[in-house]
């Protein structure tokens, strides 16, 4: 579904991507993991086609450049790591947006539109704040209504950066769980930008990581999450740890050093 072949990519002088492959399969759940300023938000930019890069950049088969803008927006939808406060729409009228690419060009939206938007923000569990505007709600309202605009263009793939940073518990692991959702019922191909390393290891079943624009390690999370690969890449010295009776692992940083 997603292939990159030798990727490079820069802002102006600086490196951010050097020379990373990757290839995630049409219903793959994936985490983009790594330290600050690794590349991961790059990584994501590159698969849209909103960063150049050097190298092969596929989506369903066919080069990113190569796609015109409205098939590439039903194949993708993006979720950012925030939605500004000052959008000057009502949280209907911001998730209709998920809908644009799919309108004729002469014509309003039609009864499947209004379906789909709506069944988009009752996945979320926003449809009760249809007529809010944006100004007026949390960040963590407006990161749910983000990821109902994407999900109101029914896509193949969606790319999500950081989307948990202003969530709560009960939030975050409702979001995972309908991503998962998603993707086991629909084939939802998802990849998504973790800094937690315990919240990837519980909902992710392949964890890429990225460190200073390379990819450094790319499997299960038992096969990443190692305190070798981890210290290597993080530069400090980390705990790992089981959790019991879970399939998960918590990772730590050693505070002693």
């Not at 919240?199 to 790319?218: M, N, T, W, Y």
């Not at 305190?227 to 980390?238: G, R």
Request: net charge neutral; proline share 7%.
């Amino acid at each position: 579904m997603i292939r990159l072949g030798h990727i490079t990519a820069a802002y102006r002088a600086e490196t951010v991507l050097n020379d990373v492959s990757l290839h995630v399969a049409r219903g793959e759940r994936a985490a983009l993991v790594g330290p600050n300023g690794a590349g991961k938000s790059s990584l994501l930019r590159v698969i849209t086609g909103q960063l150049p890069a050097q190298g092969s950049v596929q989506v369903a088969g066919t080069e990113i450049a190569r796609l015109p803008p409205c098939i590439r927006a039903r194949l993708l939808a993006v979720v950012p790591q925030e939605i500004t406060r000052d959008i000057p729409f009502t949280a209907h009228a911001f998730v209709s947006l998920g809908r644009t690419a799919l309108l004729p060009r002469f014509g309003g939206p039609s009864d499947e539109d209004c379906k789909a938007v709506q069944e988009a923000m009752t996945l979320t569990e926003t449809w009760h704040l249809r007529q809010r505007p944006l100004p007026e709600m949390s960040g963590g309202e407006r990161q749910r209504l983000a990821l109902a605009m994407a999900l109101a263009s029914r896509p193949e793939i969606i790319l999500l950066d950081e989307p948990t940073s202003h969530l709560d518990l009960r939030h975050r692991a409702e979001l995972m769980r309908l991503l998962t959702r998603l993707n086991r019922e629909r084939q939802t191909t998802i990849l998504m930008v973790v800094h937690d390393l315990t919240f990837a290891s519980q909902f992710f079943p392949r964890i890429v990581l990225l460190s200073e624009g390379r990819k450094c390690a790319d499997g299960a999370p038992s096969d990443v999450l190692r305190p070798d690969i981890l210290e290597a890449s993080y530069h400090c010295p980390v705990h790992v740890i089981p959790l019991p009776g879970a399939a998960a692992t918590c990772v730590l940083p050693d505070s002693s050093h």
